[in-house]
Every structure is written in C-alpha cells, then in structure tokens.
C-alpha cells in the first residue's frame, strides 16, 4: 500500500462515527440484579462534587410535515453551566406554577391540577455523571472497552440516595469521601514510587452497589443501594495503572456546549410556544427560523413515539371543560398577572426512569464482613507498579 493511500485510509477510519463504550448501562440489569462499583473522587469544576449535572428541558411541537404528529426538542438548561443564575428559558415555566398556586389558593383544583402537569413536563430534567471502575457487572456486556474506567449515567432517584447516605448519614457519619480522596499527582507519586503511607490511605475507600428494584410499572434503585462500608475497598495495582495510563474521566465533555445569550432568547420563545400548545389554542407548530440558529428537531420513527414526552397526551385528556385556556379562572389570571414567577417546587422535577437486563449479583447484606479499620496496601502495589513503570 502506498503512503498516500494509507494516509487516506487512515483519515477516513478517523471520520467513521466512535461508539462510545465507556458508558456503563446501570439499567441494564434486571429486577432484583446489582452491580458493585468503584467511584473515583472526580473533582467536578462546576458542581464541586464528583459528579457533573446535565440538565435538559423537554419541550414539543406540532410537526410542520403532518399535523398528526410532535417533533421534540432538548434544551440545555443555563444552571447547568451557572448553577447561580436562573435559566430563562424556565421564565415561563415558573410562570405557570405561580398560576397554579393561584388557581388552588382560589378553588379551582382540577385548573391547578392541569397546569402542574404541563409545568413538570416542561421543568428539569437532570443526568447526574459519575466515573469509577466496575468491580462486579450484573450483567454481560457485549463488548468491553480497552479503558476499564467507566462512566456512569444516573438519573435523579439514584443520584439522591448516593448524595444522603453521603452527607445526611444520621449514623456512623462518613469523615471522608467514600470514593477516597487521591488526587492524581497522587497516583503519579505511587507510580515513580516516591508516595509515602500517607499517600497510599487516600487510596481507601467503599464500593457502592447499585441494585435495582422495582415500584409499580417503573424501576427503583433506593432500596438495596447503598455503600459497601463493612469492608475497605482499596485501588489495586491494576486501577492504579489504569489510572495512570488513562486519567479520569472529563465529564464536563457530557454537557452540550452552552448557548449563548441570543440562542437563550430563541429558546425562551421555543417554551413559550410549547407551553401555548398545551395551555391555549395554539397548534404550536415547530417554526423553520429556529433552525437558522442551529436548533434541529427530533421526530420519533415510530407511532407510539409521537406522543408528548412525560404524559402531555394524557394531560391534554384531562383538560377542564371550560376549553383549551382551562376555563374562566384561567383566563382572568392571564389578564391580571404579570410574568414574574416564584421558584417552582421541587417535586416538580421528575425522575428519569430506565427499563432495564438480568443477574444474581452481591447486595449489600451479602458483602463478606470484615473489620471497618483500613486495610493497609501490600507491597505487592509497589512491587508491580514498578514493574509496570520501568516497563
């Protein structure tokens, strides 16, 4: 092969898509299956923890191509990136809750109740990322990736048991990250061997398995999740290494590049439109000018997919009987209210839920036990650490 041709042949295998192996699919077990994971003490800029936040605002229109069908819409919420500053594409959306709590203090239950729905489906929805290593998978995987350091993608239920049984443990408190707190100039030290024993206890920390149950029609991770803390799970050689040739995870490079403040406007007038669709008549229609700013929509293949994301069909079929503008109460509040809004609640914010693949894996309770005092590394670390450096 010529060097031009394998030069071409090289440039055109750098341009095929890359799937993205490093993501581990949790909900890939099944009812009653867990899976035990390493986390690894990231030090996120924007959350400050060992997680970043993606958070996304679901919003849909008419389709212009068949007005028998919705095209959906994924914005990226501005807090995400400014925890901060109020997103003001959520403008409208807090506008509909201070609405709701109107209509309620007002009697009109079932209006409120309506609007609520449509306001949560417009509210936040977040991915919570994390990284670690895979210390037992509940399930097979069709192909593993040559980097054993792994991404995990949560939604909100797990990511708020982790954070609990982390900062509001009533008992037996964590005095330290459970995720060890090794920086990776540590794990450079350990490599050229020049870390000391205090070095090496950073290097302690606990397992968190992840188990996944079942309420309802929908999966549930919060009972049988929890931390690992009747033994220490200390970085072996071989996650030291990986730690070394690879690095962490930059999981910042999970978000969607922020838009500007133009784009922002743009995508405050999109929710406008997406919430008059469902509060007005309007039809609500997805308008070709917004994709001269870069905004392309989704349209779901299948029939089943056309409905609205969260159950808007199924609120439209609740609508009050008093019409598409939800009744007479409803329209002396658009005439006496301005568009200031209160902070929506929290249980506004709904979970993501995934359907999930099989295992009879470890819980928790069947952890062999062990002392809770750390567990000191062998030399054995040493040794083959600095077999594999001076390799």
């Known amino acids: 092969m010529t060097t031009m041709l394998e030069k071409m042949a090289k440039r055109l295998e750098d341009r095929k898509p890359q799937r993205d192996n490093s993501i581990y699919a949790v909900w890939g077990l099944k009812t009653g299956g867990s899976t035990v994971i390493r986390f690894l003490p990231y030090n996120d800029p924007i959350t400050g923890a060992f997680w970043a936040e993606r958070v996304l605002l679901n919003m849909t229109f008419g389709d212009p191509l068949d007005d028998s069908k919705v095209v959906t819409f994924k914005a990226p919420c501005r807090e995400m990136y400014v925890p901060e500053e109020k997103c003001p594409i959520l403008g409208p959306v807090r506008a509909l809750y201070d609405q709701e709590k109107e209509l309620r203090n007002a009697g009109a239950t079932k209006d409120a109740d309506y609007l609520k729905k449509i306001a949560g489906v417009h509210w936040k929805k977040p991915t919570y990322y994390y990284q670690g290593f895979i210390v037992k998978s509940g399930f097979v995987e069709d192909a593993l990736p040559e980097n054993p350091i792994r991404v995990f ?89 990986a730690l070394h040739t690879h690095g962490m995870h930059d999981l910042q490079k999970r978000l969607p590049d922020r838009p500007s403040d133009e784009a ?115 030399e054995r670390i040493r040794k083959r650490v600095a077999t594999s450096a001076s390799a």
Not at 269 to 277: G, L, N, P, W, Y
Not at 278 to 283: L, S, V
Not at 312 to 317: F, G, K, L, W
Not at 351 to 378: F, I, Q, R
């Open 153 to 241: 993608p949560l939604n909100k239920e797990l990511h708020q048991t982790i954070y609990a049984s982390i900062f509001e443990r009533e008992e037996d408190p964590f005095l330290s990250l459970p995720t060890g707190e090794f920086t990776m100039d540590d794990i450079a030290a350990i490599m050229d061997d020049t870390a000391d024993d205090s070095v090496l206890e950073k290097l302690d920390g606990f397992n968190f398995i992840v188990k996944k149950g079942k309420r309802g029609d929908y999966a549930e991770y919060i009972k049988g999740s929890s931390w690992a803390t009747n033994n220490v799970a200390t970085l072996d050689e071989e996650q030291v290494i």
């Open 264 to 378: 922002y406007e743009v995508l405050t007038e999109m929710m406008e439109v997406s919430i008059k669709r469902m509060t007005d008549d309007d039809n609500g229609v997805w308008r070709k000018e917004w994709e001269d700013h870069g905004f392309k929509p989704f349209r779901p293949k299948d029939k089943k997919a056309t409905t609205d994301s969260g159950g808007t069909e199924a609120a439209a079929a609740d609508k009050p009987a008093g019409g598409a503008s939800a009744g007479n109460s409803m329209s002396k509040l658009r005439k006496a209210r301005g568009a200031q809004a209160a902070e929506a609640p929290a249980e506004a914010a709904s979970e993501e839920v995934v359907e999930v693949v099989e295992a009879d894996e470890p819980t928790a309770e069947a952890e062999e036990k062990a002392p809770k005092a750390a567990s000191p590394l062998s």
